[in-house]
């Protein structure tokens, strides 16, 4: 699974095998959140959390709001459609 970014200590990942919508996978500090990108330009939200605070998942979609064209380009990239 390759680690596109990274948000302080946590991952933010793609698995390769995955499904539709374009989606990522923050994994960190034994938690997991998925959100949908939205792409091409967003805005992304979260679709699941299993264990992050809410002040955490706040200053993940700050990031991914930032980043989100990056993030949809890197989906292609490994799954050859958005």
Request: glycine share 8%; proline share 10%; hydrophobic share 35%.
């Amino acid at each position: 699974m390759p680690t596109i970014r990274r948000i302080g200590a946590c991952r933010v990942v793609v698995y390769p095998n995955d499904h539709r919508p374009a989606h990522v996978h923050i994994i960190g500090e034994g938690c997991e959140a998925v959100f949908k990108l939205n792409c091409p330009k967003g805005p992304p939200e979260l679709r699941e959390n299993y264990g992050f605070k809410p002040v955490m998942l706040g200053a993940f979609l700050t990031e991914l709001k930032a980043e989100v064209e990056v993030l949809c380009e890197e989906w292609r990239n490994i799954h050859g459609y958005p």
